[in-house]
């Protein structure tokens, strides 16, 4: 489980991931374009079925958006990301030009960095941007060494003295 790198192509950066078949225990790939403005992940109609899903089966919603109200059919699914197996919503509509994969899904699980000077969006998982080992005693006495020469340094400086490091 690594971050992921993708190039920003323009409205929506291409990305690819995996949806698990409700009917099977096979991964369906897909490719579409990670939109950060959609909250939840949008997939034509007419993926459902290879997919594993019977839209005849589902209730029809209406979901408020910034841009209006959409209607579609909300499911909840198994992703593969970047390395990483999680459940999130997935919404089928008739009206979507193309898969969107939506930021709800995938922000509790990554940290997301836009680099917009060079086009670039990277998916870093959370337990590697966030967890650190804990420092053993011989560490964590030669990083308050560290820190109070830092500080002797400092002091000293402000107080116009020459620092001797002892």
């Known amino acids: 489980m690594s971050e992921t790198t993708y190039h920003d192509k323009g409205p929506g ?8 078949s409700l009917t099977s225990a096979q991964w369906i790939r897909i490719d579409g374009l990670f939109d ?3 909250d939840i992940t949008n997939l034509p109609e007419s993926m459902a079925e290879s997919l594993g899903v019977d ?11 910034v841009g209006g109200k959409i209607q579609g059919y909300v499911l909840d699914m198994e992703y593969q990301f970047s390395g990483l197996t999680f459940r999130g919503p997935v919404i089928f509509r008739s009206d979507t030009s193309g898969p969107l994969l939506g ?3 995938i922000k509790s ?30 560490q964590a ?23 001797d490091e002892q």
Do not use: C
């Not at 950066?13 to 698990?20: A, G, Y």
């Open 13 to 20: 950066v291409p990305v690819s991931w995996d949806l698990q």
């Open 36 to 38: 950060q403005g959609s």
């Open 55 to 65: 839209l005849s089966r589902e209730e029809k919603i209406t979901l408020g958006t």
């Open 103 to 105: 930021i709800s899904p």
């Open 109 to 138: 699980y990554f940290n997301i960095f836009f680099d917009n000077q060079n086009s670039i969006v990277q998916f870093i998982p959370l337990h590697q941007s966030t967890v650190q080992q804990p420092l053993n005693a011989s």
């Open 141 to 163: 006495l030669s990083s308050i060494m560290w820190l109070r020469r830092v500080i002797a340094y400092g002091v000293s400086t402000m107080l116009g003295r020459k620092w």
